[in-house]
């Protein structure tokens, strides 16, 4: 019996060790996973080393879209393991743009699109864009504060879609989801107050008094900051959010107090007390424009007629304008006048894919065109001329008859 207990000791002091060694071999291969992301994504140690090529030759910095990037890649990779070796560079790019399109990341225009959907069709590329689907995490507007910590440019893909999608019939509930996004990333206030400051410029033109909301958000960020020094309104935004002295006064005074007092409720109340003025809503007496506008067409064509007669005397004639013929050099072919024509003729409405039909044959940039027109009347008017309303661009009736009315007395 002593025998037979003295064998089991000396067997377990000789594979104990041996025992122990094995497990500890186990564990480091165990150890050689690497957990990447924030999505709790392990690869292994050669997909690890893999990682600084592939961001080398990502096409986008977004850190959000790199990270959904390289693990629909590696997802795929695992699948087809010979095919991605075989083609890594191309198939790495179709991944691109797989994540990026179920992303809904507005720079799908560095890609060639048609060439990439062709490739979606083959095997492999269907099997990309089936685990783009299942892989890749949209930004949704549900996400929490840790999300948008743990995810350092997520912030900026559910921005853009805020932008993409704002109407101005839902601008309060623009105004509440930019507001969720920023408490969401009020932990990284270089954000938080971007996030702000963005809003507050994209809506000047839109909306001032949310715009206006934006900046106090935006100050009230500020104050967090020991360094900051307080930066008044720009000349160019006053005069898109103030219609009078008295409105700048009261607000200049609001901010001043926030930025002293830290005192965001107080802030808020005095701001919602105050009035701002609003636009006038005029009825369009529309008929009244065509009819003044068809004088004006005969009018110019008739003293056309005299002038082309009259061109043989050396006689300096004075140049005859047209109301709206405040047109830049820029712009040979009258296109201006074209555009309020065609208002004219639409009841001074006009839906925003007219507009583009107009502008395609003569090569102008509907965006800047509209505002070109708006900015050249700004100073006359005190107000924007072309607004956009949804899927349409207006003019309003008293603003364009008084354009009219000093152009023909000048």
């Keep these: 019996m002593g025998y037979i207990i003295f064998f089991i000791v000396l067997i377990l002091i000789i594979f104990i060790p041996v025992l122990n060694l094995y497990t500890a071999e186990r564990g480091s ?9 924030t999505q709790d994504f392990e690869v292994t140690e050669e997909e690890y080393k893999e990682l600084p090529r592939l ?6 910095a977004n850190k959000y879209c790199q990270e959904q990037i390289i693990i629909l890649y590696i997802t795929v990779q695992r699948e087809f393991p010979e095919e991605m070796n075989s083609f890594s560079g191309s198939l790495f790019t179709l991944c691109e743009y797989a994540a990026i399109r179920e992303l809904d990341y507005d720079v799908l225009d560095l890609f060639d699109s048609e060439d990439c959907e062709e490739q979606l069709t083959t095997k492999i590329g269907q099997t990309i864009d089936e685990k783009a689907r299942t892989v890749v995490r949209k930004i949704t507007g549900t996400e929490d504060k840790r999300f948008y910590t743990r995810n350092a440019d997520a912030w900026e893909i559910r921005y ?17 989801d930019v507001c969720r996004l920023g408490e969401n990333n009020a932990q990284r206030v270089p954000v938080e107050r971007k996030i702000y400051l963005e809003s507050y410029r994209f809506l000047a033109k839109k ?6 909301r934006f900046y106090l958000h935006y100050l009230k960020v500020k104050c967090l900051s020991d360094t900051f020094k ?6 160019k935004y006053r005069k898109l959010l103030f219609k009078t002295p008295e409105e700048e006064k009261q607000f200049d005074a609001i901010c001043k107090k926030l930025l002293r007092y830290k005192n965001w409720e107080k802030a808020i109340e ?3 007390e105050m009035q701002l003025t609003q636009r006038k809503k005029i009825k369009l007496n529309v008929q ?3 009819s003044a506008a068809e004088k004006q067409s005969k009018v110019a064509g008739v003293l056309g007629n005299l002038l082309s007669e009259e061109e043989e005397l050396p006689i300096s004639t004075p140049k005859i304008e047209k109301p709206s013929a405040k047109a830049t050099p820029e712009l040979p072919a009258n296109h201006k006048d074209a555009l309020f024509q065609l208002f004219i003729s639409n009841s001074l409405k006009l839906n925003k894919e007219e507009v583009n039909i107009f502008a395609r044959p003569r090569g102008i940039f509907v965006g800047q065109f509209i505002e070109s027109i708006n900015e050249e009347y700004y100073e006359e008017l005190d ?3 072309i607004e956009e309303d949804d899927d349409y661009y207006v003019i309003n009736e008293a603003y364009f008859q008084q354009i009219n009315e000093n152009g023909n007395e000048g």
Excluded: C, W
């Excluded at 307080?230 to 000349?235: A, M, R």
């Design 55 to 60: 961001r080398e030759n990502m096409l986008v």
């Design 383 to 385: 107000d924007v001329l």
């Design 160 to 176: 853009n879609h805020l932008q993409e999608s704002f109407t101005p019939k839902h601008v309060q509930q623009y105004y509440e």
């Design 29 to 37: 291969k165990k150890k050689k996973v690497y957990q990447i992301f």
């Design 230 to 235: 307080h930066q008044e309104i720009g000349v």
């Design 270 to 272: 005095q701001f919602d």
């Design 288 to 290: 009244a424009i065509k």
């Design 207 to 212: 909306d001032r008094g949310y715009a206006l």
